[in-house]
């Protein structure tokens, strides 16, 4: 009697899985065509940047590489996050480590604070910056874009750092301090290298976060000066130039292959650590 | 039997060990009281733990025994008296500075370090040479029966297995007092047993001083040399596990260990070392007691249930009641009887016979000198 019943209700599944497959598919080609276009139209010899595609060609880049605009604009664009990140990052894993591992006074008050950058529009918080520097009479500086930098990148480290913090029980650095670990000690052989994941994690994030803000950058750089994003966008002003395609590639490759760089470096490491571990205890 | 039931030697206070006045007891609490702002923990609480001893802490959980247990490790901040291992006050001495092992309920293995460097830990910040660490862990790994596991991450291993190293790891550089809190707890029924008698033979075989936490009574009772029954923040009563089980000093002891059953009354009449107790339902019980009673004295009356039988022994004046329910334990059975107390009395007893259906009169009893008078 269940025979027919689950029959019906296969090809009444198989059916809903064909759906899916059909939306999500769907779903993938609408949020990656964008890119695929870009990066496709990079390599297009046409003059225009749009299609059809007249042949392959490899001069976008060379124009790229010859501007030297653009190259000012990466090296600006690298320093301030590699900046941004070690920052973020130190600041993240002690905010977290002091959020989760301690009580104080206003201590909730403050995690919601640091999380706070992360929910209000970035224009508000770049216009917000814009009129505090004024008031207290300060210039735009390559100082306060870093500073504003931070303040974006730093609620989503301090959210992994914490949510990594919260699974490194407290029992681990008590049983070391048992042993005889003193508190630093103990931070360096226990709780560290229990957070790694989450600095790793971390610095990566606020590495491309920096890298490739626009809005809040254009209320922050000083006068004259272009991050990559910033630069993109002040190209596009004149035209769509298949220069600007490859640019876009560039920035696609960096933002998504640092973090996938980072993510294999990790587990390589940690792979060469265990085999290490194991040699040493032989 | 009545001539053991010397309760005032198994009091709290007076319990406290009579170590030899030449050597420090190798843990010592006086007065020590442990407060969380209004909430009191631990309450003028004093031991002496003799060295080379297993003392367990036992009691329900709230009770303050890991408060306790914590504070010696320095996990915990006492508010009041003092705390010393050896003789040497240790209150102000940051943990790490100690020299106590410390037994997790969850192992708390490290799990970023190979079994190898796990065990090593409270050696390497001892600055023991690297030779003699590692013939100390091969040791102390034999000694756990899990030899050769050096090279493994705590995952690889079984729970049983992550808590014999956590043994190892704490006992490895020899401290003074190894700390074991209810590290039984978290393993599946037939392991605990195992570990059970493995953390004792250790025990004895290095002769290291040993604190047991725990909220079984079971694992108090076989381990244990002495016993710690504790109850909202106090000690109840210290004394042998047979101390403790025989003649408990209080009604919370009697109850916590066995489920003893308690009958309230008034002492009738005293003819020597005999009285006679009228129960708040009618019947009355003879009993015996160390204690001098007077007529008209309110006592608690406590039997153990393996004490009861059915009939009542010769001489014993029977209580009568209706059996309300039976659980057969193949050669045993445990009745519950209604005999018109406030509690049902439990009979935990050899079956002689057929078994007593629900609902039956039965006649039970105990001999006067089988029950502890509160």
């Known amino acids: ?282 | 039997m009545p001539d053991a039931m010397n309760l005032t030697e198994s009091r709290p206070l007076a319990g406290a060990s009579p170590a030899p006045a030449t050597a420090p007891p190798a843990v010592e609490f006086r007065n020590v009281e442990v407060a969380y702002g209004k909430f009191v923990a631990v309450q003028d609480f004093s031991l002496s733990i003799e060295k080379g001893s297993f003392t367990t802490l036992l009691g329900p959980s709230g009770c303050g025994k890991t408060t306790l247990l914590r504070s010696i490790a320095g996990l915990v901040d006492i508010t009041h008296g003092q705390i010393s291992i050896g003789g040497r006050r240790i209150d102000d001495v940051p943990i790490y500075q100690r020299n106590i092992g410390l037994v997790f309920q969850n192992y708390a293995l490290f799990p970023h370090k190979s079994i190898f460097d796990n065990v090593a830990f409270g050696l390497k910040y001892r600055n023991v040479p690297k030779a003699e660490i590692a013939t100390r862990v091969t040791r102390a790994l034999e000694m756990v029966r899990l030899p050769g596991s050096e090279r493994k991450l705590p995952s690889q291993l079984s729970g049983g297995q992550q808590q014999r190293i956590a043994l190892a790891r704490a006992i490895v550089f020899e401290p003074e007092v190894l700390l074991l809190d209810e590290p039984l707890s978290a393993l599946d029924a037939n392991m605990r047993e195992e570990m059970r008698v493995e953390i004792k033979k250790i025990q004895k075989q290095t002769g290291i001083t040993a604190l047991f936490v725990t909220h079984d009574q079971e694992e108090a009772l076989s381990m244990s040399d002495r016993i710690v029954v504790m109850n909202a923040g106090r000690a109840e009563q210290i004394g042998t596990p047979q101390d403790v089980y025989d003649r408990p000093a209080t009604k919370f002891v009697a109850d916590f260990l066995g489920k003893a059953n308690m009958l309230e009354g008034k002492v009738a009449t005293v003819t020597g070392s005999v009285a006679s107790v009228t129960l708040t339902g009618g019947q009355s019980v003879q009993i015996t007691s160390p204690r001098q009673l007077s007529v008209g004295e309110a006592v608690t009356v406590v039997v153990r249930p393996q004490m009861l039988t059915t009939p009542p022994p010769p001489g014993a004046s029977p209580l009568r009641g209706k059996v309300v329910s039976s659980s057969y334990l193949g050669g045993r059975v445990i009745y519950e009887v209604d005999i018109g107390e406030p509690a049902l009395i439990r009979v935990n007893t050899a079956i002689s016979g057929a078994l007593a259906a629900e609902g039956a009169a039965m006649e039970l009893g105990f001999a006067p000198a089988d029950c502890v008078v509160l």
Do not use: C
Not at chain 1, 60 to 67: A, I, M, R, S
Not at chain 1, 92 to 100: D, E, P
Not at chain 1, 198 to 203: P, R
């Open chain 1, 1 to 282: 009697m269940s025979r027919p019943r689950r029959k019906s209700w296969s090809s009444e599944g198989r059916l809903a899985w064909a759906l899916t497959r059909i939306i999500t598919l769907l779903v993938y080609i609408f949020m990656f065509a964008p890119i695929v276009a870009t990066v496709v139209l990079s390599f297009n010899a046409s003059q225009f940047g749009g299609f059809p595609m007249t042949g392959f060609s490899l001069r976008w880049y060379e124009v790229l590489w010859q501007n030297a605009r653009v190259i000012e604009a990466f090296q600006i664009s690298l320093w301030i996050a590699l900046v941004t990140a070690v920052v973020t990052t130190l600041l993240g894993i002690v905010t977290a480590f002091a959020l989760v591992r301690f009580d104080f006074l206003g201590k909730s008050i403050l995690g919601t604070v640091v999380i706070l950058p992360a929910l209000v529009p970035e224009t508000i918080l770049g216009v917000g910056l814009l009129i505090l520097i004024k008031a207290i009479e300060t210039p735009r500086s390559l100082g306060i874009l870093v500073l504003g930098h931070i303040l974006l990148a730093l609620p989503y480290v301090v959210l992994i750092a914490q949510a990594r913090m919260v699974g490194v029980k407290r029992i681990y650095e008590e049983a070391a301090m048992s042993l005889g670990a003193s508190r630093l000690a103990t931070f360096r052989a226990i709780t560290l290298p229990l957070l790694l994941p989450a600095v790793v994690a971390g610095a990566l994030l606020a590495f491309t976060i920096s890298f490739d803000n626009t809005s809040a950058s254009l209320f922050w750089r000083p006068a004259g000066v272009e991050t990559m994003p910033t630069q993109i966008l002040s190209m596009l002003k004149t035209s769509i130039s298949p220069e600007v395609n490859a640019l876009g590639t560039v920035m696609i490759v960096m933002t998504v292959g640092i973090p996938l760089i980072g993510g294999i470096l990790v587990q390589v490491v940690s792979r060469l650590k265990k085999r290490t571990t194991r040699e040493t205890a032989k």
